[in-house]
């Protein structure tokens, strides 16, 4: 339950079309949905601004259509699924279609994917995501996706890494224009600082696990955009493109 939710149920007991009785009925699964497995948190859209998400890993196809259907039952922003199976997509699927809520949106990330049901309402903001290599495109797919979600249009700009930064210079117009920049690199993770230093938007730096064997499987990058000489650059987790996703929508209004 978000907090247009909350409102329309308030008029509607005000106005008679809601029994005070059905509302506390309601109410009663307002902090979370406890379905044995899991507790599903309906409260976190009103704390946070943006509802729970789904991660897929260490589920059963069957956990996660359940979640899913709660989420998408009981509250009225997007619902995302993230990191999943073919098998977990495909039951998720159904079980939302089953129950009405139509088709997700599935955007294919390697072995994994991203499904979004329900995306917010368009809002503001033009949003860079960037890619040192093509081989960080699975990572910078999970950002893309998971702000389409929050109602973001991001444009991705690929393959502009260090070693080649002529490729990045050539869109520094873009740069110049942009209201946040989300960076995807492995290797050394050095495209943070560049972007860093040529951009005022906020920077969100997303160290992947791409690179030969001193890259360390995403360490190295993750320590060198912590350690920037651009002031102000965010980093996330390695491979975490679904969190840089989420701390712009956190920056921006």
Not at 67 to 72: K, R, T, W, Y
Not at 173 to 191: F, K, N, Q, R
Request: aromatic letters at 2%; hydrophobic letters at 50%; a negative charge.
């Amino acid at each position: 339950m978000d907090e247009s939710t909350l409102r329309h149920l308030l008029a509607d007991v005000a106005d008679g079309t809601c029994t005070p009785d059905d509302a506390v009925r309601r109410l009663r699964r307002l902090p979370f949905a406890d379905l044995g497995f899991a507790r599903v948190d309906h409260h976190r859209a009103l704390r946070q601004g943006m509802g729970e998400a789904v991660y897929g890993p260490g589920k059963t196809p069957e956990h996660c259509a359940a979640i899913v259907v709660e989420l998408l039952t009981e509250g009225t922003g997007p619902v995302l699924l993230t990191r999943a199976t073919t098998a977990q997509v495909a039951a998720a699927c159904d079980a939302a279609r089953t129950t009405g809520h139509g088709e997700g949106a599935v955007t294919a990330i390697g072995p994994h994917a991203t499904v979004a049901w329900r995306p917010a309402p368009a809002r503001p903001g033009h949003v860079l995501v960037l890619t040192a290599g093509t081989a960080d495109l699975p990572v910078a797919d999970e950002c893309r996706a998971t702000l389409e979600a929050l109602g973001f249009r991001p444009a991705l700009l690929a393959d502009c890494g260090v070693a080649g930064v002529h490729r990045l210079l050539a869109s520094a117009a873009d740069l110049a224009d942009a209201d946040a920049v989300v960076v995807v690199a492995g290797m050394e993770g050095a495209l943070a600082s560049v972007v860093g230093g040529v951009t005022p938007a906020p920077v969100v730096a997303v160290p992947t696990s791409v690179g030969y064997g001193a890259a360390l499987e995403g360490v190295t990058a993750l320590l060198a955009m912590l350690s920037s000489c651009a002031s102000g650059v965010t980093v996330v987790g390695i491979d975490n493109g679904f969190g840089a996703a989420c701390a712009v929508a956190r920056l921006l209004p």
